[in-house]
Nanobody
Framework: VQLQACGGGLVQAGGSLRLSCAAS????????MGWFRQAPGKEREFVAA????????WYADSMKGRFTISRDNAKNTVYLQMNSLKPEDTAVYYC????????????????WGQGTLVTVSS
């Protein structure tokens, strides 16, 4: 699976961005999809994940209520809607696919996109 993330950019605090992750090579419906992020000088961390059908979603505590993950299996695309952005959300955001159900474990993910930079100014 090849994953291509896009939609990052510069936004003011309180603003919104929508990230997209398009897949090619295999159908996304076979995979749990996740978003992770890595801020400068920090380890990569779990942001959100969505089940194969889209019926279940999971979020890191600091993203609950602000971020929404969704997927369109017909378009082979996963989305991350980010609202009420804060400067501490500044990071490179990565989408990833896993054939397992360990949605919040970085090492469980088999395929990674190249990342898209989100910068939130104060």
């Amino acid at each position: 699976v090849q994953l291509q993330a896009c939609g990052g950019g510069l936004v003011q605090a309180g603003g919104s961005l929508r990230l997209s992750c398009a897949a090619s090579g295999r159908t996304l419906s076979n995979y749990v999809m996740g978003w992770f992020r890595q801020a400068p000088g920090k380890e990569r961390e779990f942001v959100a994940a969505i089940s194969r059908s889209g019926g279940s979603t999971w979020y890191a505590d600091s993203m609950k209520g602000r971020f929404t993950i969704s997927r369109d299996n017909a378009k082979n695309t996963v989305y991350l809607q980010m609202n009420s952005l804060k400067p501490e959300d500044t990071a490179v955001y990565y989408c990833a696919a896993t054939g397992s159900n360990f949605y919040n474990m970085i090492n469980a993910y088999d395929y990674w996109g190249q990342g898209t930079l989100v910068t939130v100014s104060s």
